[in-house]
């Protein structure tokens, strides 16, 4: 879907969500080389900046959340491709960030692709702080009761904050190397963007840096607590089969074809029977209660 306006200086030339047609467009109306189209469509391309004759292409990663992909916070390409009276942006999926530059961000060429990063910088601190909630959730139903669903969440936010942290260290790769584009930051907004750019992307490197480390301790312990319950259960179990063993050891041996003492006297032989069984369990279950292992 093409959506173009005229601003001042430049076209902006918005494509979401193409399909072949706008890609045949884009080839041959916009005169865009193939090799660059086929970089577009493809979902794991990673930001960088490409030089062609007649125009610019950056490659940046935004956050965006989708529930039909395994990791539901993951990450898209978007591809800025300027030249000197047009600047047009293609993403395979909807880029609503781009519904938020204001007319006022828009001043010039270089200002409006600056500014784009910006946004892009920022919805990543919100996508982070989102997933921190979900961390927080998952942690407080674990402190609970331990089930699959939660520690499958944290596997989730775990491979988003791997997504995430190769986003933010090849959309910053890309600011360095577009600041030193000749005559591109000429402007003093344009150096202010630039920097305020670097900080939010460092920033939210240092989150998900934080972040990951919070979420690794997280599942250490629980680990760690699942590995405690597991032994104690087996100790458990181990402790009964003993208990029940002095019955069983007991039933089996007056279960023998053999003489047996007490035999010619069956109300005595079966309260010594019952004697038998009751001093080695209960000497069993002390002992485990002494040990705290029941």
């Avoid at 969440?153 to 360095?176: F, H, I, P, Q, R």
């Avoid at 600041?179 to 202010?192: Q, S």
């Avoid at 989150?207 to 590995?227: P, Q, R």
Wanted: with cysteine; glycine share 4%.
């Amino acid at each position: 879907m093409f959506i173009s306006e005229k601003l001042k200086g430049f076209t902006w030339v918005n494509v979401g969500n193409p399909d072949h047609e706008d890609f045949e467009k884009l080839q041959d109306e916009y005169k865009i080389d193939e090799d660059t189209i086929s970089d577009i469509l493809d979902p794991d391309e990673q930001p960088r900046i490409e030089i062609e004759d007649d125009y610019k292409v950056i490659i940046v990663r935004f956050p965006i959340v989708n529930r039909e992909t395994d990791t539901q916070w993951h990450t898209e390409p978007l591809s800025i491709i300027y030249s000197t009276s047009r600047v047009i942006t293609v993403c395979r999926k909807r880029c609503d960030l781009l519904d938020k530059i204001k007319t006022a961000d828009k001043a010039n060429r270089e200002e409006f692709i600056l500014n784009i990063i910006y946004y892009i910088a920022e919805s990543y601190l919100r996508c982070l702080k989102e997933l921190n909630k979900r961390v927080v959730e998952s942690k407080k139903n674990l402190q609970q009761q331990i089930r699959k669903r939660d520690l499958l969440a944290l596997l989730d936010v775990e491979n988003s904050y791997t997504l995430y942290m190769t986003g933010l260290k090849g959309n910053l790769s890309v600011l360095d190397k577009l600041e030193k584009v000749r005559g591109f930051a000429k402007t003093d907004e344009c150096v202010e963007l630039v920097e305020d750019s670097r900080i939010e992307l460092s920033q939210g490197i240092e989150v998900v840096t934080s972040y990951t480390k919070m979420l690794k301790s997280i599942k250490e312990t629980f680990e760690s607590v699942i590995n405690i319950d597991s032994n104690t259960y087996i100790n458990r179990l181990t402790m009964w089969n003993i208990v029940l063993m002095a019955p069983t050891l007991v039933v089996g041996y007056y279960g023998m074809n053999v003489r047996l003492p007490f035999a010619e006297y069956t109300n005595t032989g079966l309260i010594i029977f019952a004697l038998i069984m009751a001093l080695l369990v209960g000497y069993a279950l002390v002992i485990a209660v002494w040990r705290r292992i029941i």
